[in-house]
């Protein structure tokens, strides 16, 4: 089974300062694939990147960053110079290839960023 | 494209009626997949399909709730009878396996029912 973790549900950043939001993950599965993505309060999901199981490097787009860590599986999202319009819910998810495209989300971090 | 297409954006509804919620995936897309979203559960994945096939409906609550895909670019969930339990967002996504799944799932706007 695939289980997805965020043991933050809420964090709190200055505006201009960098944040990362954590996500741990389960699976047996040696192929998968990380996403995160971003529910603003208007409501709808906003997919932000993805990281595959056998890439080499750290995605990243644009002011966001996945800091990798396939021993520890973890894929912690890294939001830099922060934005007002940043505050919001981030969801982290998986899928993975045994799974065929069962897709799991985590249980979401809410993120305010201060003026 | 115009992205994956939900309907009704808002539904209320009074306990025990029949409520259908609607999704047309984006053309192409052969994986269609329901979820529910709540305050108290998150995010849950209710069932998928590809090619138009149910592959996993393990999530789906109970037999109140039945989804159909009747074709690659339409697909139904509906709950009968409706309970205030089902107050809830659901969402619709599709994606293209195999394909850059490095874009991601794409979500609809999500239906917001309340059952009263």
């Known amino acids: 089974a695939q289980k997805i973790t965020q043991t933050q549900p809420g964090m709190f950043v200055q505006e201009k300062e960098a944040v990362t939001l954590d996500c741990t993950y389960d699976?047996?599965?040696?192929?998968?694939?990380l996403f995160w993505y971003k529910q603003p309060s208007s409501g709808e999901m906003i997919f932000l990147i993805y990281?595959?199981?056998?890439?080499?490097q750290n995605a990243t787009e644009g002011r966001y960053s996945l800091n990798f860590q396939k021993a520890r599986k973890s894929a912690n999202l890294v939001i830099s110079a922060s934005q007002l319009g940043d505050s919001a819910m981030y969801f982290c998810?998986?899928?993975?290839?045994?799974?065929?495209?069962?897709?799991?989300f985590g249980p979401g971090t809410r993120l305010s960023v201060l003026p | 494209d115009a992205g994956v297409i939900q309907s009704p954006r808002h539904e209320v509804t009074e306990m025990g009626q029949e409520v259908t919620l609607r999704c047309k995936p984006i053309?192409?897309?052969?994986?269609l997949f329901w979820y529910r979203q709540t305050m108290m559960r998150g995010l849950e994945l209710l069932i998928y399909?590809?090619?138009?096939?149910?592959?996993?409906d393990s999530g789906m609550p109970e037999d109140r709730f039945s989804a159909k895909m009747p074709n690659a670019s339409f697909s139904t969930l509906k709950i009968q009878p409706s309970e205030p339990r089902d107050s809830a967002v659901y969402f619709c996504?599709?994606?293209?396996?195999?394909?850059?799944?490095?874009?991601?799932?794409?979500f609809g706007s999500g239906t917001r029912l309340t059952v009263v």
């Open positions: 996504a599709s994606s293209l396996w195999g394909r850059d799944r490095a874009s991601g799932y794409t």
């Open positions: 699976t047996s599965d040696p192929s998968y694939g």
């Open positions: 990281q595959g199981s056998y890439d080499q």
């Open positions: 998810a998986m899928s993975a290839d045994n799974y065929g495209q069962n897709f799991v």
């Open positions: 053309s192409g897309h052969d994986y």
């Open positions: 399909f590809n090619n138009n096939v149910p592959i996993d």
